[in-house]
């Protein structure tokens, strides 16, 4: 069945309107990646409607995709990513911190090892989520070697 066409000036049918309701709500619930933001919409249309395209459905499940699209978005209110990434980056650094105070080390250590893998010369110039998890995670190898060797076991690396 073809979509009737439109003339200029001529308002949307429903049914084309519910359609680009659904594409718009995709992009909302699924941010960035247009290929992961398509698939997830037609695993979901599979799963509830047993369709793998939006064109489709009949109204009455577009308008169910809708609904269950505009659940799945951010709230009002929530928390902005920008926010939720500027706080999963003070979680790291105050992991680091707290890793480098187990270990006793110094501010001018933890410089030393934030300058090797970040290449930055201090920890709290680290903006990077990417380069803050591998200091993260430097700081526990060190960690569990310093435990091995208290312990009296040999060291794996």
Request: proline letters at 4%; charged letters at 40%.
């Amino acid at each position: 069945m073809m979509a009737p066409r439109r003339h200029k000036g001529t308002k949307k049918t429903k049914r084309q309107r519910l359609l680009a309701r659904v594409h718009i709500l995709e992009k909302e619930v699924w941010p960035g990646d247009k290929r992961r933001a398509h698939a997830m919409r037609r695993e979901l249309m599979v799963f509830n409607f047993g369709a793998s395209s939006a064109a489709d459905l009949p109204e009455s499940d577009l308008e169910e995709l809708a609904k269950l699209l505009a659940s799945r978005r951010a709230k009002p209110g929530t928390r902005h990513p920008e926010r939720s990434r500027a706080a999963r980056l003070e979680e790291l650094l105050s992991q680091a911190r707290a890793t480098a105070r187990e270990l006793g080390w110094s501010d001018n250590r933890l410089r030393g090892l934030c300058r090797k893998t970040c290449g930055v010369d201090r920890v709290e110039w680290v903006r990077e989520i990417k380069k803050l998890t591998a200091l993260v995670a430097a700081l526990e190898r060190y960690l569990r070697r310093e435990f091995s060797r208290r312990a009296g076991e040999p060291v794996s690396r």
